[in-house]
Structure formats: structure tokens, C-alpha cells
Nanobody, 114 residues
């Protein structure tokens, strides 16, 4: 059973930056990885994806501010988040893309507040 473990969240002021990291409990093959987030009272949404070949895609709301990177051989993925605003406050998760419900981890909380 694979599980993803996310880290790097925290409290940051508007305009600040955070770098999230995610590692799989064991090396796995997946054609793409994604970062997702869920804000209170809202559905989980896809934030960014990276394919096994390094092709990236971003939600319009984070384009130009967030950068996804990863090492498919190690099943690790990172999310560099810059120019954070209150709308980015959420629990952030990583998973395969498309996501597998069996792989969801605990997530890491990101709170943007002054």
C-alpha cells in the first residue's frame, strides 16, 4: 500500500513563499504526479501536475506563482509557492494524476495570514 507524505506547510504572510515536499512511502510508477488542495468548505482541487517526462500544468489561479518539480525515479514531488495570498490557504496534498483514493496522505496545512 502506497501512501504519500506531505511536508513544508505553515503560516506565512501575504506575499510570502513556502516550499512543499511530498514523498511516496515506496517507489512507485506513475505517469504523472499532482498537487491538490482543499480549503474549508470547498472541494479538493488540482493545483499543479508534472508528468514523468517533466511536462507541467497549473491551475489558472496559481500560474506564474507556483512551480512544481519532481523526481519520478524517487517518487518525490515539490511545490514552490511564491506570492502567496489568502486564497491559497488550504490543506495541500499530493497524489498521482489522476488521483488514486487509496494514496491520499494527511496533507500539509498552508495558512496565509497577516
Amino acid at each position: 500500500q502506497v501512501q504519500f507524505v506531505e511536508s513544508g506547510g505553515g503560516l506565512v504572510q501575504p506575499g510570502g513563499s513556502l516550499r512543499l515536499s511530498c514523498a511516496a512511502s515506496r517507489t512507485m510508477y506513475t505517469s504523472a504526479m499532482g498537487w491538490y488542495r482543499q480549503a474549508p468548505g470547498r472541494q479538493r482541487e488540482l493545483v499543479a501536475t508534472i508528468s514523468r517526462y517533466g511536462i507541467t500544468n497549473y491551475a489558472d489561479s496559481v500560474k506564474g506563482r507556483f512551480t512544481i518539480s519532481g523526481d519520478s525515479a524517487k517518487s518525490t514531488v515539490h511545490l514552490q509557492m511564491n506570492l502567496l495570498n489568502s486564497g491559497d490557504t488550504a490543506v495541500y496534498y499530493c497524489n498521482s494524476q489522476p488521483p488514486d483514493d487509496a494514496y491520499w496522505g494527511q496533507g500539509t496545512q498552508v495558512t496565509v495570514s497577516s
